[in-house]
């Protein structure tokens, strides 16, 4: 826990009022962006961002402070967020969650080190482990089949783990998973610290929990389970831009100064000040009205599960399902319908939903659609989500078709015969996909969203694999990943 002398004061943006300092100076300007503060904006460009936003979008000013070498203003922003996240250190990231996660690894780990990683770890984190040269050891998370998604681990897996791989210097747990679902983190925390392991988080989908915590039922956000340093996307649920995230270091097993060299090597020289400003502007919000914003969200999200329930052939998932799975607790403001009883595809219902209604989920899977109620949402906006189910069940539903559930191969590690780094690096040759088996993956394959790889780079392709991959295909879902995105080739180790 961040420990201050004196009580910060939460109601100013340092970042955004230092652009606005700079730009009521009236410099005139010789210096980037080519713009120059809007004069030569394109009239779409002033349309998108208003006058005011342009004039301000300047960086590397005296008044704007160093991205990486922070001393004013976007110092002070951040021990605001440490303070208010109850961390010890907050960076601000602008390069995308991504760039965090693979700070937190490549601060933390050394080529050749073991890690614990669940196998429904995004693909940023195998990116991660590529930068930093750490072999990863795949655990298999919890299959929660009734729905056909991965859920969490359980501590006897992560238990397991340490004593067969003893010299694994941390775990990179997932919390809470894309679906809401939140494991037992906290003595999942305590195993590791233990056997002198770091808990690094990536807590994407979890910046709000902060605001949650008094919430009963609601899961206790990374850093007050324990965690060493954890990854959130600020964008996703709170009230930044897109593209902006922000990495908690919360003990002091970790060494800032390293994590912060990480992080200068992976963003951007030229930051945009933009985006700065959102994050303080964010933690501003959240400092104002984040616990009533949440209660209300909650509250909104708990009324919408129950009328879901509510229609024929839909189940919304509840906190049922923590007896029934390895869940620990339940995000609540996560929305997953399943469309089993319905008889229609998570992609079918997506198009639909999009086209028909124009209402727009977060994710769709072959079984289900995810929808996130966030500070933003009002009880007009759920209700109207409410009345489309409705009308989804009621004028699309094809109960007498049965949906087939994604084969368990694509939840479960493959065999690894080298490191992902040595994978990215080897000499790779292409080849026919369908005929790849027995050889060696020099690429990932995943389908997005939720990004999750079903083949990471040193894996060994099987037969299975290709079958289950080409199944997923012909539900119409998108591989991202390896340069032919259509899978008829893919990159592997040459022999």
């Known amino acids: 826990m961040r420990k201050n002398i004196l009580k910060i004061n939460q109601n100013v943006a340092p970042v955004s009022d230092a652009m606005e300092k700079y730009a009521r100076d009236g410099a005139l300007a010789f210096h980037t962006p080519g713009h120059k503060q809007g004069l030569g904006a394109h009239p779409l460009l002033s349309k998108l961002i208003t006058r005011d936003g342009l004039r301000q979008e300047v960086s590397l000013m005296e008044e704007l402070d160093d991205l990486h070498d922070p001393q004013g203003c976007i110092k002070a922003a951040e021990e605001l967020a440490a303070e208010l996240w109850g961390a010890s250190d907050t960076l601000f990231m602008i390069n995308g969650t991504t760039s965090a996660i693979q700070a937190m690894i490549l601060g933390t780990l050394s080529p050749g080190d073991q890690v614990l990683v669940p196998r429904n770890a995004h693909r940023s984190i195998i990116g991660g482990l590529i930068l930093a040269g750490a072999v990863p050891v795949y655990l298999q998370p919890e299959i929660i089949e009734p729905i056909g998604i991965a859920g969490c681990l359980s501590v006897e897996t992560v238990q397991s783990a340490i004593e067969k791989y003893p010299e694994a210097k941390a775990l990179i747990a997932v919390y809470?998973?894309?679906y809401g679902m939140a494991g037992n983190l906290g003595e999942i925390a305590d195993l590791l610290h233990g056997k002198n392991m770091l808990l690094l988080v990536d807590e994407a989908h979890g910046a709000h929990l902060k605001f949650a915590a008094s919430i009963s039922g609601m899961p206790k956000q990374a850093l007050d389970l324990g965690a060493d340093v954890v990854a959130q996307s600020t964008h996703k649920v709170l009230g930044s831009l897109t593209q902006t995230s922000m990495l908690h270091i919360g003990s002091s097993m970790v060494l800032k100064a390293k994590i912060r060299?990480?992080?200068?090597?992976?963003?951007?020289?030229?930051?945009?000040q933009l985006l700065l400003a959102s994050l303080d502007i964010a933690r501003l919000q959240m400092a104002e009205e984040g616990q009533e914003r949440l209660k209300k969200a909650v509250d909104m999200a708990d009324w919408l599960r129950k009328e879901i329930n509510n229609i024929s052939g839909l189940y919304c998932v509840g906190e049922e399902i923590i007896d029934k799975t390895n869940t620990f607790a339940l995000d609540r403001t996560r929305i997953v319908v399943n469309l089993t009883g319905l008889g229609v595809h998570g992609y079918e219902a997506e198009d639909i939903l999009r086209h028909q209604y124009k209402v727009q989920c977060e994710l769709s899977d072959n079984y289900n659609m995810v929808f996130i109620i966030s500070m933003a949402d009002t009880e007009e906006t759920v209700s109207r989500l409410l009345e489309v189910l409705q009308c989804l069940a009621r004028d699309h539903g094809m109960p007498l078709m049965p949906l087939q559930p994604p084969p368990d191969v694509l939840f479960r590690p493959n065999n690894m015969a080298i490191s992902p780094r040595d994978a990215f690096f080897g000499t790779g040759e292409r080849m026919r996909f369908d005929e790849a088996v027995g050889c060696v993956s020099a690429e990932t394959v995943a389908f997005y969203p939720p990004g999750v790889p079903v083949l990471c780079p040193g894996e060994i392709i099987s037969a299975a694999l290709i079958e289950a991959v080409r199944k997923q295909q012909e539900q119409?879902?998108?591989?991202?990943?390896?340069?032919?995105?259509?899978?008829?080739?893919?990159?592997?180790?040459?022999?």
């Open 176 to 178: 809470p998973t894309y």
């Open 261 to 272: 060299k990480a992080a200068s090597l992976l963003q951007t020289t030229s930051p945009n």
């Open 476 to 495: 119409h879902l998108r591989v991202v990943g390896p340069e032919d995105s259509a899978l008829e080739y893919i990159r592997v180790i040459k022999k």
